[in-house]
């Protein structure tokens, strides 16, 4: 019967779980059948390369429309700067809120792989409706879209088709986007210390990826876009994100799975309420007094693994204090977890609190790592964008940053890694903590260097003219330092940030801690527009025009920059803070569930 199965049975070899000779995965992880997962089998690079590929794709064709998108809506559709500006700020913020939904349903119903599924399909399903759209419909007359020919008006229906497609791609990619690196991270067992250390180098490889795909979008389809070959670029879009998803669909049968635990939202109100009703109860002197199921019971709601209680927030251990009442609930086999939860269900809700001031303390280097796309291409665009006669597109010198970041991924993993391991002397590098803060250091370096850079261009610049635009006879590739910059950080700051809210985020909320990181840049463009609006106003006098005027060169880009740089400081000093006082998640030993699997097959259990 066993055999039959095809499961791994528990043998008493070394502490591991084997069916003859196949390890078992012990982080709780199964095959698409449900079963316990054969580490030789399942996951690893042979899974984690398909994701990576699969990623890359996706960015591409997300990007091949995002990149070029406020171009889009002036040329074609014939929208004014402002209204298209704002229209792609709410697209974007959109993309970022469904990483939300995508986390939720992950976390709680779907997991994680029938989650990138439906929102993958969702995302070509709009980039082919974009395209169609496009090229029958809204590339009217024939030829239009490029810079000196804008296209006609469009019937309402047109416009709806354009909407409905682009909303599309935006709840696509938003849901996906959070769960695929959770997924890929799936792939490799904690537990396991070879499989921990790529698990670590696989958020790395995964920022590279998105970087790598991006890359192609800014400089060939975003060449052939600004051209006015829309439909074309649309369409390689969707090939691109096409060919990603049957890439993902054919490694199914090497992925290893979480099951959803349920809604996280109930586990946290349960807390809440249970923690409420017992407000005047003493707290037990002992840990060891609260309640918490065995490893192996069956009927545990808070994931494969038991948290380990911690100090802080001790109004909620209560919710975990058993009482008469409770005991009498429990001698009928059953508990209400809205009056008795697990101190598991208890440091869920600890682990939550823990992380959103380092969450918010993420914000402000988003604020930075915006301006890239915004006043770095504006600064740009009024130097000199000529070399030996060829133009170079502000919005290009973006590559630089892009090679910094596969550049810094490489320096970090292969040198300074390992120069910090052998100095700690216990075989791990840097923190994700101390590797968020070095990204703020250079964040703050990159503001300073940028506003340096303006200094000179203002100092080189004509004040008066009509057209500012190369009007200063400094080299836009004096940007190169800045942008470089910002792409170290992004190693440090982004990188650290998918690991550790990763780590740091119970079993149930694994998603959850990856969609974090897209709300921070979310949240980080609103910070930044409001801070111009903010700036713009107090700035702006009857003989001044503000700091971030149309014309650069009669405004001061650089105390804006040095500001952005001032205020990041500040959110270094309250991140360190933060950083002291955060308490790391600990379990308490490996996953018994893949063990009491093996201990079914071996019996006959089915």
């Known amino acids: 019967m066993a055999a039959c199965l095809n499961v791994c049975n528990k043998g008493a070899v070394d502490g591991k779980v084997k069916r003859g000779q196949e390890v078992c995965t012990l982080d709780g992880t199964v095959d698409r059948h449900g079963r316990p997962a054969v580490r030789e089998r399942t996951g690893t690079w042979v899974a984690g390369s398909l994701?990576?590929?699969?990623?890359?794709?996706?960015?591409?064709?997300?990007?091949?429309?995002?990149?070029?998108?406020?171009?889009?809506?002036?040329?074609?559709?014939?929208?004014?700067?402002?209204?298209?500006?704002?229209?792609?700020?709410?697209?974007?913020?959109?993309?970022?809120?469904?990483?939300?939904?995508?986390?939720?349903?992950?976390?709680?119903y779907l997991g994680r792989y029938k989650t990138c599924v439906i929102f993958q399909t969702i995302f070509v399903l709009g980039l082919v409706s974009l395209s169609l759209s496009t090229y029958l419909f809204l590339l009217e007359p024939s030829g239009c879209g490029n810079e000196q020919s804008p296209c006609g008006s469009h019937s309402g229906f047109h416009m709806a088709l354009f909407y409905l497609s682009i909303y599309l791609i935006a709840l696509g990619?938003?849901?996906?986007?959070?769960?695929?690196?959770?997924?890929?991270?799936?792939?490799?067992?904690?537990?396991?210390?070879?499989?921990?250390n790529s698990k670590i180098a696989f958020f790395s490889y995964f920022y590279l990826a998105l970087n790598l795909g991006s890359?192609?979008?800014?400089?060939?389809?975003?060449?052939?876009?600004?051209?006015?070959?829309?439909?074309?670029?649309?369409?390689?879009?969707?090939?691109?994100?096409?060919?990603?998803?049957?890439?993902?669909?054919?490694?199914?049968?090497?992925?290893?799975h979480f099951k959803p635990k349920g809604n996280p939202l109930s586990r946290c109100c349960q807390v809440l309420v249970a923690a409420t009703r017992k407000w005047k109860v003493k707290l037990m002197p002992r840990e060891e007094d609260l309640f918490e199921l065995e490893v192996n019971d069956q009927s545990s709601k808070n994931g494969d693994?038991?948290?380990?209680?911690?100090?802080?927030f001790k109004f909620l251990d209560r919710a975990a204090v058993i009482t008469s009442e409770n005991i009498h609930q429990m001698d009928k086999e059953t508990y209400n977890p809205w009056y008795l939860c697990t101190v598991t269900q208890v440091e869920e809700l600890k682990c939550v609190l823990r992380?959103?001031?380092?969450?918010?303390?993420?914000?402000l280097y988003s604020v930075v790592f915006t301006q890239?796309?915004?006043?770095?291409?504006?600064?740009?665009?009024?130097?000199?964008?000529?070399?030996?006669?060829?133009?170079?597109?502000?919005a290009s010198m973006s590559s630089f940053d892009i090679l910094s970041v596969a550049a810094f991924i490489f320096i970090y993993r292969r040198v300074l890694e390992p120069l910090f391991a052998m100095r700690k002397r216990n075989g791990k590098g840097l923190t994700e903590l101390r590797r968020m803060g070095i990204g703020l250091v250079i964040a703050i370096l990159a503001m300073v260097a940028a506003g340096v850079v303006e200094c000179f261009r203002l100092n080189n610049a004509t004040t008066d003219c009509s057209n500012c635009e190369g009007s200063s006879s400094m080299s836009i590739f004096w940007q190169i330092p800045q942008y470089v910059l910002v792409g170290a950080s992004e190693v440090f700051m982004y990188v650290g940030q998918l690991e550790f809210f990763n780590g740091q985020a119970p079993d149930g909320l694994k998603s959850f801690g990856s969609a974090l990181c897209m709300t921070s840049i979310s949240l980080g463009n609103y910070v930044s527009s409001l801070l111009v609006t903010i700036v713009m106003k107090i700035s702006t006098r009857d003989d001044m025009?503000?700091?971030?005027?149309?014309?650069?060169?009669?405004?001061?880009?650089?105390?804006?920059?040095?500001?952005?740089?001032?205020?990041?400081?500040?959110?270094?000093?309250?991140?360190?803070?933060?950083a002291k006082w955060y308490k790391y998640i600990k379990f308490e030993g490996k996953n018994g569930d893949n063990i009491n699997a093996c201990k079914q097959a071996e019996l006959g259990v089915v």
């Open 51 to 108: 994701i990576l590929v699969n990623q890359g794709l996706a960015t591409l064709a997300f990007f091949g429309v995002g990149v070029n998108l406020v171009l889009f809506l002036t040329r074609v559709l014939g929208q004014d700067n402002a209204d298209a500006a704002n229209n792609v700020s709410k697209w974007t913020g959109t993309v970022y809120l469904f990483s939300l939904v995508g986390a939720f349903l992950s976390d709680s």
């Open 173 to 196: 990619n938003g849901g996906y986007q959070p769960n695929i690196a959770t997924f890929g991270a799936d792939q490799f067992d904690e537990e396991d210390p070879n499989e921990g």
């Open 215 to 256: 890359l192609f979008s800014n400089t060939v389809l975003g060449y052939f876009e600004d051209e006015g070959i829309w439909a074309l670029g649309f369409w390689a879009s969707a090939g691109s994100a096409t060919l990603a998803l049957v890439l993902f669909l054919s490694g199914t049968p090497w992925y290893r």
């Open 305 to 312: 693994r038991k948290i380990l209680h911690t100090q802080g």
């Open 355 to 363: 992380l959103l001031p380092i969450w918010l303390c993420t914000i």
């Open 372 to 394: 890239m796309a915004s006043l770095f291409v504006e600064q740009g665009a009024a130097m000199k964008t000529t070399l030996s006669g060829f133009h170079v597109p502000p």
């Open 545 to 578: 025009p503000g700091w971030i005027p149309s014309n650069l060169n009669r405004g001061h880009l650089d105390l804006f920059f040095f500001l952005l740089a001032a205020l990041t400081t500040a959110d270094l000093m309250i991140y360190i803070v933060c």
